[in-house]
């Protein structure tokens, strides 16, 4: 990455990344930045990515400020080409040559929300991470896409599994916060942020919502491993930020 950057100003052509409420959550504003970086890096093209004033870019951040570029800057620039997320829908893959950690970092908030929400005797954990579906979020249906996305999964698989390792401290994060508790009540090894769930790409989740999932993103990330309840970006994201084990349940 030192490498691009020092060599940033040097190429002709330019890329922006423009990422919007609505077209994805946390997971997609990263790995669809990282899909156009990894083309961007190979052919020698300057990325930039279009600051949009949304909530994740508070607590999310690039590590590199000159890469952030607004309209009056794009005004002044020639030969470039706008990317946003369905750019990449058919080009899918997780075989990113840097960790996230290299590109993207956690602002102070966040390390001050999990601090206040994450039990303090904590230190060595692994995750799960369940995501149910765009059907049982727990707000206004109104604003919900998706209505109909149910993700599979086995709660028998899960339950074992809790149990085989009933000597490890065990954050499960959860889309569903009703599901989150049930867990939290069965099992006295499950490590849960009393916090609120909100979908970042939905128009009605709110700054604090916004701010507790990027959180349990950053609480995921730092996990000694994850394992996958049921599939989604979220968690493979999280385990490409630095790199740690990864595996379905």
Do not use: W
């Not at 077209?23 to 990263?30: F, R």
């Not at 946003?84 to 993207?104: H, K, L």
């Amino acid at each position: 990455m030192e490498d691009y950057v020092n060599k940033y100003e040097q190429f002709e052509k330019s890329i922006v990344y423009y990422f919007i409420v609505g077209e994805g959550g946390i997971g997609d504003c990263i790995k669809f930045f990282m899909f156009a970086l990894e083309s961007c890096m190979k052919n020698n093209i300057r990325l930039y990515y279009k600051k949009n004033n949304i909530e994740i870019e508070k607590y999310i951040k690039l590590k590199y400020n000159n890469l952030y570029i607004d309209d009056d800057m794009i005004k002044n620039l020639d030969n470039i080409t706008i990317v946003r997320p369905q750019t990449y829908y058919d080009t899918i893959n997780y075989n990113f040559s840097i960790n996230i950690e290299d590109v993207f970092y956690f602002s102070e908030e966040i390390k001050i929300n999990c601090n206040s929400l994450m039990p303090p005797d904590i230190s060595n954990y692994i995750s799960i991470h369940l995501r149910l579906g765009d059907k049982y979020l727990e707000t206004d249906n109104n604003f919900v896409c998706v209505k109909n996305d149910a993700r599979e999964y086995s709660e028998e698989k899960i339950y074992k599994f809790i149990e085989e390792n009933d000597s490890k401290n065990i954050f499960f994060c959860c889309d569903n916060n009703t599901y989150k508790r049930k867990l939290k009540e069965k099992y006295n090894n499950i490590i849960i942020l009393d916090c609120e769930i909100g979908h970042t790409s939905l128009f009605n989740t709110t700054p604090k919502q916004i701010l507790d999932a990027v959180t349990e993103f950053y609480v995921l990330v730092n996990s000694d491993a994850i394992f996958c309840g049921s599939e989604s970006g979220f968690s493979i994201v999280a385990s490409k930020f630095r790199n740690i084990p990864i595996s379905n349940i």
